[in-house]
C-alpha cells in the first residue's frame, strides 16, 4: 500500500495533516484529515466567575472571537436567568452583523475568491488577493480593504476592541452608543450593502458567466449529500445571533428543530484516536463512520446549510438574490459543496442590510443596556452561528457563579466529518491507478475551502499561497515523489 | 544592503496575533517592500523542511506567537531560535503563557478525561483517548505530544525581545516593525512595543482614594464611567499591568484583565496585584479583611489570567 501524506495544511487554529492511503491498483483506499491540537478550555475554564467566559473563550479563535464572544454571553443570560433590555440586544446583533461583514469579506476577496477570479489553474503567482486586485483594478482593491475595515470599526465601537471585543455582560453590554457613532454606523451599512451588491454581481460576471467554474461547481467531486444546520428566527428566515437551531435531510425536510437548552437531544460526538478534534453527529441518526447520506449522523454547518435549512432571508435584497440562487441552481436543498461560496455572499448582503436596519432602530441609542441579574446563577446554553457554523457554549455553576462544568462545540467543529468526507471524495476523483494529478493539490485545498477559512487562511492570504504539498511514499515510507502545487 | 529576512509563526494560540499583523493593512504592504518573509505559514508557501534547509542564523528576525503546549510547538521553537539571530515572543501567550496556561491549573490527564469522556455530549464507549501514534488498517497514524505543563517561549528557548497584549494593539505592531526595520533595537531581553509605565498611567478615569469596602464583579454594577474602577470595588489589573494598549477595555468600561503582562520591574504580576488590592482593602478589622477578601473568588483565573505560565506560581501541583 501506497501512502501520500500531505502536510501540513496551516489553519487558523493550529495545523492539519492529511494522510492518504493508496490501494495496490493504485487509487484511494482512504483518506485521514488529523488536527494536531488542543487546548482544554473544557477543563481548565472550571473555577473561574462564569462572567469572565466571554474574556476567556474569546481566544478559542482570533479570527471569530466575536461568535464566541456571543456565544458565551448569551450563555451567561441563560445561566443568570436575565433578559437584556431592548436596545442590548439590538447592540448585540447589529455588532454582530458588523462582525460578519468583515469575516465574509475577508473570505471570499482573500481567501476563496482567487480560485475563482483567477481561476483554479492560474499561476499561483497571480492566485492570491494582488492578483484579484490585477484583474478587478486598484479602485476595488482599495475598496475592499476600505469595506472590511469600516465593518471592523463598528465591531470596536460596540464590541470595545478590534480583536477580542470585551463587551458581552449577562442582562446586557458595557456601553451604548452615542447619535454620533450611530450615525456613523448607518453611513457605513449604507455603503456595505452597496458593496455586498457589487459583490454579487463580480460573482455572476466571473464565476457563474464562465462555463468551466459552473460545471466546476456541479461536479460530482464538490457534491456530497447531507444533513444540514443552521439558526432561524421565528419565520423559518436565517439569522445569525438568535432563534432555533433547524436541522433539514438531504431532502430538504424538517429532521429536528431546537433551542439552545435542548442541543444535547439532538447532538453526540465521536472519538478516534488519531487526531485530537473530535466529530459531531446527529443523535438520532447516529454514527456511521465518515460516510454521508440519509443513514448518516454527519451534518454540515456552513452559509449553504444555513440557507437550506431556511426558508428565506430577512431582508429584501438578500431575499431576491436567495431566490436567485436556488432558482440557477435547481431548487433546495444544494448539495454543491463550492456553491458555499455563493451563499456566503447572500448572506453578506443580509448582514449589510441587518446592520442598516438595526442602525435605524430609534432606540438604538438607548441608554438602557443592561438588566443587572438577580436570579441565583446555575445552569445555561448559548447558540450563535458562527460563520463556520453553528457555535454552542455550555455552562454549569455553583451559587456564586463559578464555573463548575464546560461543553463547547465549535463552529468548524460542526463540518469535521464532511470536510474528511470532501478530502476523500476529491482525492478519490483525481488520483487514479498511481497518478496523482498536480490539480489534486489545488482541488483538494478547494474542497476544504470552501467550508472554512481557518483551514484556508494558510492558501491566499497577503501575498498568499497555500503551503500544500503532496508526498508519495512507498509501504516502506521511503519518499517516492514529491509535488509543489505548480 | 539587502532587506532583512523575517519569519512569522504560531504555536499554541488562537491566531489573533496573526490577525493583528494582517489589521495593519496598507501598512504591511509597506513593510513588505522593507523586509523579506522568509516564513509564515499562515501566508507564504513556506515548509518546515524550508526551515530546516536555512543555515543556522541565516533569518535576522523571528516572530513567534502562541504557547508551548504540543511537541511540535517545541520542535518549532528550537528550529527558529536556531536559523534565527533574533527571537521575539510576539504576545501574551509567548511571552507569559497566555489564556493556554490556564490549563497548567489542571493537567493532561484531567483534560483528556473531560474532553473525550466526560462531556455531555462525547459518545466514547470505549474510553478512546488520542495518542501519538495509532495503528489504522491502512498503516500508522502521527499526532504531536499534548504536553501537561504550558511554557512561555523563554521557559523552552532563549528569547531576545517580547512584544506583550492580546493581541499585541495595532500602533504598537507597526511601532515594532518599524523598530525592526531600522535595526536599532534596544537591549537583549527588553519589551518592546509597549509603554514603560502601568496602565493606570494612561487610563483618563479619575483615582479616588481607592479605599475597596466590598468587591464587586463585574455583572453586578453599572459603573460610573469617568472614575477608577478600584474606586468602584470593581478589580482591574491596572495597578499590576504594563501599559501601551490605549486602555480600550476601560474606555467600554470594562476592567483590565492584565493581558499586557506585568509592569515593569515585576516579575509576578499577580502577587503585585494581589498587595495592591489588599492595601486598598478599607479596614483594620482582620475578621472584616478576611470578608472582603472572600471577594477575590477565583485569584489565580483573575490575577494570572494570561501570565500563569511565566509567574512564580507557573502551575497547580500535580
Known amino acids: ?486 | 544592503m539587502s532587506n532583512p529576512k523575517a519569519a512569522i509563526y504560531w504555536a499554541s494560540s488562537c491566531g489573533g496575533c496573526e490577525i493583528a499583523m494582517l489589521e495593519l493593512g496598507m501598512n504591511l504592504v509597506d513593510i513588505s517592500k522593507k523586509v523579506d518573509i522568509v516564513f509564515w505559514p499562515a501566508a507564504l508557501d513556506f515548509k518546515y523542511s524550508d526551515v530546516e534547509a536555512m543555515p543556522n542564523k541565516s533569518i535576522d528576525v523571528s516572530f513567534f506567537n502562541g504557547a508551548i503546549q504540543t511537541s511540535e510547538n517545541e520542535h518549532m521553537a528550537k528550529l527558529l531560535r536556531e536559523k534565527s539571530k533574533i527571537l521575539i515572543a510576539f504576545g501574551a501567550c509567548a511571552y507569559g503563557g497566555g489564556i493556554p496556561a490556564l490549563a497548567n491549573t489542571t493537567s493532561r490527564e484531567q483534560i483528556f478525561t473531560r474532553v473525550y469522556k466526560e462531556t455531555p455530549t462525547t459518545d466514547n464507549p470505549d474510553g478512546i483517548i488520542p495518542q501519538t501514534k495509532s495503528q489504522v488498517k491502512e498503516g500508522e497514524l502521527t499526532i504531536p505530544e499534548f504536553y501537561n505543563t504550558v511554557r512561555t517561549l523563554n521557559q523552552t528557548v532563549d528569547v531576545d525581545y517580547y512584544v506583550p497584549g492580546c493581541p499585541p494593539v495595532g500602533e504598537q505592531v507597526l511601532a515594532v516593525m518599524n523598530t525592526v526595520v531600522s535595526g536599532k533595537l534596544p537591549p537583549k531581553g527588553s519589551v518592546i512595543g509597549a509603554s514603560d509605565k502601568s496602565l493606570c498611567d494612561e487610563c483618563k478615569r479619575v483615582k479616588g482614594e481607592r479605599k475597596i469596602k466590598k468587591i464587586m464583579r463585574t455583572y453586578q454594577v453599572l459603573p460610573d464611567t469617568e472614575k477608577c474602577l478600584l474606586d468602584q470595588g470593581v478589580i482591574c489589573m491596572g495597578p499590576a499591568t504594563r501599559g501601551g494598549c490605549g486602555a480600550q477595555c476601560l474606555d467600554a468600561n470594562m476592567p483590565c484583565r492584565g493581558c499586557y503582562g506585568p509592569v515593569p520591574g515585576v516579575l509576578d504580576q499577580g502577587a503585585k496585584m494581589l498587595s495592591a488590592l489588599a492595601s486598598n482593602f478599607d479596614s483594620e478589622n482582620e475578621e472584616e479583611i478576611q470578608k472582603i477578601a472572600e471577594g477575590v473568588v477565583d485569584p489565580i483565573g483573575t490575577f494570572y489570567r494570561y501570565g500563569l505560565a511565566r509567574s512564580l506560581l507557573r502551575r497547580a501541583k500535580a
Open chain 1, 1 to 486: 500500500m501506497t501512502n501520500v501524506t500531505i502536510n501540513p495544511i496551516t489553519r487558523l487554529e493550529g495545523h492539519g495533516k492529511i494522510e492518504i492511503f493508496l490501494n495496490n491498483e493504485g487509487n484511494v483506499e482512504n483518506v485521514y484529515f488529523q488536527v494536531p491540537e488542543l487546548r482544554g478550555f473544557e477543563k481548565f475554564c472550571e473555577g473561574r466567575p462564569v462572567e469572565e467566559m466571554p474574556d476567556i473563550t474569546s481566544r478559542i479563535c482570533g479570527v471569530c472571537p466575536e461568535a464566541h464572544h456571543m456565544a458565551s454571553t448569551k450563555a451567561l443570560d441563560a445561566v443568570f436567568h436575565v433578559d437584556p433590555p431592548p436596545a442590548a440586544k439590538k447592540l448585540r446583533e447589529l455588532f454582530y452583523n458588523a462582525f460578519y461583514v468583515a469575516d465574509h469579506t475577508t473570505h471570499f476577496y482573500i481567501l476563496a475568491g482567487p480560485d475563482f477570479v483567477m481561476g483554479p489553474n492560474a499561476p499561483k503567482a497571480e492566485r492570491n488577493i494582488l492578483g484579484v486586485i490585477g484583474k478587478v483594478g486598484r479602485d476595488v482593491g482599495a475598496s475592499v480593504i476600505k469595506h472590511r475595515s469600516d465593518a471592523m470599526d463598528v465591531v470596536a465601537m460596540i464590541g470595545g476592541r478590534r480583536i477580542h471585543p470585551t463587551c458581552g455582560l449577562p442582562g446586557g453590554v458595557s456601553k451604548p452608543i452615542s447619535e454620533t457613532e450611530r450615525a456613523r454606523i448607518e453611513e457605513i451599512a449604507k455603503s456595505e450593502i452597496e458593496f455586498a451588491k457589487f459583490t454579487l454581481k463580480l460573482f455572476d460576471d466571473l464565476v457563474l458567466g464562465n462555463k468551466e467554474y459552473a460545471n466546476l461547481i456541479r461536479s460530482d467531486i464538490y457534491t456530497t449529500q447531507t444533513y444540514y444546520m443552521g439558526l432561524v428566527d421565528d419565520q423559518n428566515r436565517v439569522n445569525f445571533y438568535d432563534g432555533e437551531v433547524r436541522v433539514v435531510d438531504p431532502q430538504g425536510n424538517e429532521f429536528a428543530k431546537y433551542s439552545a437548552a435542548e442541543y444535547q437531544q439532538h447532538l453526540s460526538e465521536h472519538v478516534e484516536p488519531w487526531t485530537y478534534l473530535k466529530y459531531p453527529y446527529l443523535k438520532k441518526v447516529g454514527w456511521k463512520g465518515l460516510v454521508g447520506g440519509k443513514d448518516s449522523g454527519v451534518y454540515r454547518a456552513t452559509p449553504l446549510s444555513r440557507l437550506n435549512v431556511a426558508e428565506g432571508m430577512a431582508t429584501p435584497l438578500a431575499q431576491v438574490e436567495y431566490k436567485r440562487m436556488y432558482e440557477t441552481l435547481g431548487g433546495k436543498p444544494v448539495h454543491a459543496t463550492l456553491a458555499t461560496h455563493w451563499a456566503r455572499l447572500v448572506e453578506l448582503l443580509y448582514a449589510a442590510e441587518r446592520m442598516h436596519e438595526l442602525s435605524r432602530e430609534p432606540e438604538i441609542t438607548s441608554q438602557n443596556v443592561r438588566t443587572i441579574p438577580t436570579a441565583t446563577p446555575d445552569e445555561g446554553v448559548g447558540i450563535v452561528e458562527a460563520p463556520r457554523g453553528t457555535l454552542t457554549h455550555h455552562y454549569q455553576t455553583d451559587e456564586k457563579g463559578l464555573v463548575k462544568k464546560v461543553n463547547l462545540i465549535v463552529g468548524t467543529t460542526n463540518n469535521h466529518a464532511a470536510i474528511s468526507i470532501s478530502i476523500k471524495q476529491a482525492a478519490q476523483g483525481l488520483i487514479k491507478k498511481g497518478n496523482v494529478s498536480e490539480g489534486l493539490l489545488n482541488m483538494v485545498e478547494m474542497a476544504f475551502r470552501a467550508y472554512d477559512p481557518c483551514f484556508g487562511c494558510a492558501t491566499h492570504t497577503l501575498p498568499g499561497q497555500m503551503p500544500l504539498e503532496v508526498n508519495i511514499y512507498n509501504r516502506q515510507r521511503m519518499l517516492l515523489q514529491s509535488l509543489r502545487r505548480p
